[in-house]
């Protein structure tokens, strides 16, 4: 058999020598290779069926945070069992061998291998363990391993492993710690290292840090010993193939139909804005929503660390930075992104996250011309945003004056939306604000929406609700009339408002 070591696999003297393989009923499905196998069969208990799409906002159906929450119904003498067989399983293959296979021909080679090593160890399993045991088994050696379930899940939206024994999940907004766990960090490390190969970087001692892509468009950050105290750190934020577009947000009540109908007249204004917020209170999927405004005939040129954005205009051109390699060379930063942008005849530039110096470029460029361009950054709220802006700028090195920094963010960015992932898991747009001007050295705003808080529920989910102001005529409203849409802006600031 390709792949096996010469040394037959020594059975344990308890075992009958004419044990046989128990056989599964059905035919076993062929293991399913990367990128997003199906979940393994149920050992014992069934998986929970995966809840919808959408994030839930309820906090009183998430499980306690201290009870890991069981993905696979995985008991711990089953993780006995695994480990046994698998080094049996390593022991007997030419793991060499069997990365020349493909992965269809090697998955059916470790099947035969590990249905052969439960029969001679005589290891009592259900059919459904082995199954399960099998799938597993599969994932280790060809996938992610204990990542793999949590992958092929769609309501997951980031998985969070801290060294072996500790994976955690965010689902619903919520941080959920699993029953899900590796051999040990030596094995994590593997996955690790298996992940960022296939974007041709290395994780090892000498590059501890890395950032790469899941094939399915995930993003990853790792982190390895000796930086990461407790073995390494996964860090991934699960790409979501159906993205959230406005409606869904109003139905999570992230904003009221109000509220996005003054985000429309927003986006299709090509008003320059800002998205500020939080890690993972959702800038980006904002960001995606927003672009969906454009006009179809616009030519829209989109820079990214990694590409989330799914713009549905056909003039559109995306662009990703690059790491360096393991040389060190070939950066090329998302500066340069941007200050190449602006020679291929944009007409809006849209920026996944603005974190350094690149501020300056798209400041300009929403300056001169490309009026509608956006771009998200961290910041707790909209003044803070305008703060993080000045700062990033004089980081650069620009050797600016501050009040000609402020002046020129005034010149640039119209609005800023503030999202926010509120203590309950919810995620909401908290504040539209305009940028008005400068008054002596001071940047002056006005928020047009806010959401107001009222407490919370008896479930402990947060009320609240989004109202207008009273501003009844935004800075941009000549824009809204030069569009014919100052009617719509009026009609929604005023249903708001009551
Ligand atoms: N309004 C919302 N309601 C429910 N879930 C949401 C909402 N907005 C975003 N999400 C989900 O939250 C997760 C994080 O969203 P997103 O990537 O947009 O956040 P982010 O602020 O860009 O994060 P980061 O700071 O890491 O870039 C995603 O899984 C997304 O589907
Ligand atoms: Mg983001």
């Given at each position: 058999?390709?792949?096996?070591?010469?040394?037959?696999i020594e059975a344990p003297s308890a075992a009958?020598?004419?044990?046989?393989?128990?056989?599964?009923?059905a035919a076993a499905p062929k293991a399913a290779p990367k990128p997003a196998p199906k979940a393994a069969k149920p050992a014992k208990k069934a998986v929970p069926a995966a809840p919808p799409r959408v994030a839930k906002t309820s906090s009183s159906e998430q499980a306690p945070t201290s009870q890991p929450v069981e993905i696979g119904g995985r008991s711990d003498e089953y993780f006995q069992t695994k480990t046994t067989i698998f080094n049996a399983l390593i022991d007997t293959i030419d793991l060499s061998q069997l990365a020349q296979l493909d992965t269809e021909s090697a998955a059916e080679e470790i099947r035969d291998i590990v249905n052969e090593i439960i029969s001679i160890k005589n290891v009592q399993m259900s059919i459904a363990e082995?199954?399960?045991?099998?799938?597993?088994?599969?994932?280790?050696?060809?996938?992610?391993?204990?990542?793999?379930p949590l992958l092929a899940r769609d309501d997951i939206a980031d998985i969070m492993v801290n060294g072996s024994s500790r994976v955690f999940i965010e689902v619903g907004g919520k941080i959920q710690l699993t029953n899900v766990r590796f051999r040990d960090n030596s094995q994590l490390m593997n996955i690790c290292q298996r992940i960022v190969s296939q974007v041709g970087r290395r994780v090892d001692e000498a590059s501890p840090i890395c950032d790469a892509r899941l094939p399915d468009g995930s993003r990853v950050n790792v982190i390895a010993p000796p930086l990461a105290i407790d073995g390494a750190a996964l860090t991934i934020r699960k790409f979501k193939k159906d993205k959230?577009?406005?409606?869904?947000?109003?139905?999570?009540?992230?904003?009221?139909?109000?509220?996005?109908?003054?985000l429309e007249i927003v986006g299709c204004c090509r008003i320059n804005t800002l998205i500020s917020g939080g890690t993972g209170s959702g800038k980006t999927t904002l960001l995606n929503c927003m672009t969906g405004y454009i006009e179809h005939d616009e030519r829209v040129i989109t820079c990214e660390d990694a590409a989330e954005l799914q713009l549905q205009q056909p003039h559109v051109v995306r662009l990703e930075t690059r790491p360096p390699n393991l040389e060190g060379q070939g950066e090329v930063t998302m500066r340069d992104l941007v200050k190449n942008c602006l020679r291929m005849r944009p007409e809006r530039i849209i920026v996944g996250e603005v974190r350094g110096p690149e501020a300056f470029d798209l400041l300009q460029a929403m300056n001169t011309g490309h009026d509608g361009s956006m771009g998200t950054l961290h910041a707790n709220s909209p003044r803070e945003a305008l703060q993080r802006v000045e700062s990033m700028i004089t980081m650069g090195g620009y050797n600016l004056p501050s009040k000609t920094i402020r002046e020129m963010i005034v010149g640039s960015i119209d609005v800023i939306i503030q999202a926010a992932r509120l203590r309950d898991g919810s995620r909401r747009i908290t504040h539209v604000t305009e940028v008005l001007g400068t008054e002596g050295d001071t940047i002056i705003t006005q928020d047009l929406f806010i959401y107001d808080m009222d407490g919370e529920d008896a479930e402990g989910n947060i009320a609240g609700r989004h109202r207008s102001t009273g501003i009844a005529r935004p800075a941009f409203w000549d824009r809204a009339r030069y569009y014919g849409r100052e009617a719509e802006l009026a009609e929604a600031l005023d249903a708001a408002a009551e």
């Open positions: 058999m390709f792949g096996r070591r010469t040394a037959p009958p020598a004419d044990a046989k393989p128990r056989r599964t009923a082995q199954e399960a045991l099998l799938q597993d088994i599969c994932n280790d050696v060809l996938g992610y391993g204990p990542l793999e959230l577009r406005m409606d869904d947000l109003i139905n999570f009540g992230s904003i009221s139909p109000e509220g996005a109908k003054v």
